[in-house]
């Protein structure tokens, strides 16, 4: 008897330690199996919830609009909501909230295309399912960069340009009306040792109304990232050449002569192109009055020779030139057209400028020849020298 006594006690310990083992995680997500290892035991998934669990509940039109935007910051096309106890009418807020995705919140109108949904009574509440059509990725829709303010968010889109990005979203707060490719064209304009092939640029902004929209701006090059690097290196090489040849220059219009003078001597431009960049124009030969004007006035300011790149027509076309001022005088510089025409560079004012050069006047400073000195008169003595006293009667 003593011996069945003993061998049923480790038995009886063996069963204690597996019932406290089970005790101990009876409030956890762990069950208890037989493994490969005696005593071993493994964790199990815990248990799927209930639809009614998963689904979330909104009370009024403000919680339910809540759960929609973040529905669209997912990027959920198929999403339910719960309303019980619901302080409001039902459809018209559904009609309201749709509408607000659509027309009125930033990120929702940037990324969906179309909102809609049904609505089911359930012993709960009523059960809305709402269905949506994106024109967006969530990749996209993770992208957007939040800003504060117009100036900040051109700041970025200069940063963007000058990092020769494909696309950009921001999220401006503060918005305020603003011709944001302007901006960014003009950048273009003065910076031809950044921007070596000007993109062309597009920007849509969502809504249309706000004090906060999502603005969305794409820049298409012509070539990839990467040989826009290697453009930019070769133009920079050039520009910083072409300033060490004029900068010791002692007047203005020596340093411009010696402009003229590096442009032409590095090629023939005998058939300008009409979408030439700047790096066609200083490494491959081939120009435009914009990208001659555009490097002009790049390296004047360098020089500290005031300079305006003139944006206006010759002969119906559009057509770009230089104001400069030149030691005190300010000249009309038509680079463009003296290179092709091989002639010597010409300072001009604007009365010597053909009529077919047509630009706005009060936008520039004017380019007046100046009025020749008037001559001395014979008939009265110069300053100066003593007068003949008349004889005393």
Known sequence: MKT??????????????????????????????????????????????????????????????????????????????????????????????????????????????????????SDRGWLVTFNMVFRRSTGEIASIEPVRGNEAAVRRMLDALSQQQSALTLQ??????QDFAEAMEDYCLQHPNEIVEPPRIS????????????????????????????????????LNSAY?????????????????????????????????SVYDLLCQGKSNSRSMSVVVRYLCEKANIPSWLVVGR????????????????YYHMDFQRDALEEAPLQFRYETDLPHNYIWEIDKYPRSLEPEPEPEPDASEPESGEPTEEAPAD
């Not at 330690?17 to 069950?31: A, F, H, I």
């Not at 106890?85 to 929702?108: A, C, H, I, M, W």
């Not at 040849?245 to 590095?266: H, M, N, P, Q, V």
């Open 4 to 121: 069945i006594i003993k061998c049923w006690i480790p038995l009886l310990a063996l069963c204690l330690l597996l019932t406290g083992c089970r005790e101990l995680y009876k409030n956890e997500y762990l069950s208890l199996s037989e493994h490969d290892a005696p005593f071993a035991f493994r964790e199990t998934e815990a248990p799927e919830e209930t639809a009614d669990s998963a689904t979330p509940t909104a009370s009024n039109y403000y919680s339910m609009r809540s759960i929609l935007t973040s529905y669209v910051a997912g990027g959920v096309e198929h999403g339910e909501i719960l309303l019980t106890d619901y302080d409001g009418e039902v459809e018209q807020d559904l009609k309201r909230v749709t509408r607000f995705l659509t027309t009125q919140d930033p990120v929702s109108a940037y990324a969906t295309d179309f909102v809609s949904y049904e609505r089911y009574e």
């Open 314 to 329: 010759k002969g119906g076309t559009a057509y770009c030139w230089n104001i400069v001022q030149a030691d005190g005088q």
């Open 244 to 276: 060490s040849f004029i900068r010791y220059a002692k007047t203005d219009r020596e340093k411009l002569e010696l402009l003229y003078s590096y442009l032409t001597s590095r090629f023939d431009y005998t058939d300008p192109e009409e979408n030439a």
């Open 203 to 238: 920007v849509a902004v969502y809504p249309n109304s706000g004090n906060v929209r999502v603005v969305e701006i794409h820049y298409v090059y012509n070539n990839d990232r990467e040989t826009l690097r290697g453009m930019r290196v070769e133009t920079e090489s050039v």
């Open 172 to 177: 401006i707060s503060g918005y305020t009306e």
